[in-house]
């Protein structure tokens, strides 16, 4: 998986820093998965029918920042996209669950 | 011979004043009664209007959203699941307004009250228990000798 621009804000955020604004690490996670949707040549319509979804709403829900991922779909996403679901879902947590992603992985595996 | 000038629907982009008041109106209560709920718009990559209903903070996520497609409203939770779709934006809120995830203001205050009433009892009462139970102790040796 590619390392973005995303990943060395992560790498950059300060130890003592307040708690992260979840809707803000939310954004950064939606932006990251537009950019691998972009890359998979996918519209939002197109990943929406992959996935079996009526509308691409939802889709564009996520990547606006204002939900997850789910987890029942995270696997299906992943694939879509053409990435391995185990490291895309690992990439997620970093923004969906920070404190839970240090703890698994450390701040080094950032 | 007069002319009936109809509205014309709005099918795509930004969402129109009389639509946002449709929605802001459905979800008023919620967002009003110190929920610390907001709302926000964004569009599609097409440019469809989307209207988020947001929960409080700190995860300030999507509970429920209303779309724009084609001429076609779209409700949806903050998990993606179809909740309903129809032409007709004044029934789209209304099923947006009952779908609102509620924890009753009214139960939350019940609740508040029950607790600090039963804790003053509990202040009060406490001493004339243990006052009890230690005369009972006392006692209960001398009792069962009587007995």
């Known amino acids: ?110 | 011979m007069s002319v009936v000038a109809f509205e014309r629907k709005q099918d795509n982009g930004e969402w129109s004043e009389k639509e946002l008041s449709t929605l802001a109106a459905a979800f008023g209560a919620a967002i009003a009664r110190g929920s610390g709920r907001q709302w926000e718009t964004a569009t599609t990559e097409n440019g469809d209007a989307q209207f988020y209903l947001l929960g409080p903070l700190p995860e300030q996520a999507c509970e429920l959203c209303v779309s724009r497609i084609g001429g076609r409203y779209i409700l949806e939770d903050g998990c993606g699941r179809l909740l309903f779709e129809h032409r007709n934006l004044e029934l789209v809120a209304l099923h947006a307004k009952a779908a609102v995830p509620s924890t009753s203001w009214l139960m939350v205050r019940a609740i508040t009250l029950w607790v600090a009433v039963r804790n003053a009892m509990h202040e009060k009462v406490e001493p004339f228990l243990v006052e009890g139970e230690e005369l009972f102790v006392q006692f209960a040796p001398q009792l069962a000798a009587l007995a």
């Not at chain 1, 889709?59 to 053409?82: C, D, H, K």
């Not at chain 1, 992985?105 to 950032?110: D, I, N």
């Open chain 1, 1 to 110: 998986m590619k390392r973005s621009k995303h990943q060395d804000v992560f790498a950059e955020r300060s130890a003592v820093q307040a708690a992260p604004d979840a809707k803000q690490l939310r954004k950064l996670a939606g932006d990251w998965l537009k950019q691998r949707r972009a890359d998979a040549e996918l519209s939002q319509a197109d990943l929406a029918a992959r996935l079996g979804l009526k509308y691409y709403t939802f889709i564009s829900q996520v990547e606006n920042g204002f939900s997850r991922v789910p987890t029942e779909i995270m696997g299906a996403w992943a694939r879509e996209l053409g990435l391995e679901p185990g490291a895309f879902a690992r990439h997620l947590l970093m923004y969906y669950e920070p404190e839970m992603h240090r703890l698994l992985f450390g701040a080094e595996s950032k």
